[in-house]
């Protein structure tokens, strides 16, 4: 195999075997910047992600430094997309 990929979490559903999804936390100085979606580079590790490990979805959650003390991440789901691959 020549991609490797380590997300933070791999979601799996116990009643299908065939069902997964990964997880991402990302912690950022400003969320603000997170305002008009996902950053390309966090986009392009989920992508890769996906088609390294054969998930189709993955759940990112960013937290600037107030967002971790209010629990109140920036939620994001991310589709596997074979044309940005």
Not at 2 to 21: C, F, H, K, N, S
Not at 61 to 80: I, N, Q, T
Request: charged share 30%; with cysteine.
């Amino acid at each position: 195999m020549w991609q490797t990929a380590d997300p933070d979490g791999v979601i799996r559903d116990p009643e299908d075997p065939e069902w997964l999804e990964l997880f991402e936390a990302k912690t950022v100085d400003d969320i603000r910047s997170w305002e008009s979606g996902i950053p390309d580079y966090y986009m392009d590790q989920c992508q890769w992600q996906m088609d390294t490990i054969g998930a189709r979805r993955v759940h990112l959650a960013a937290c600037g430094p107030f967002e971790l003390f209010h629990r109140s991440p920036k939620v994001f789901v991310v589709d596997y997309d074979p044309e940005y691959v």
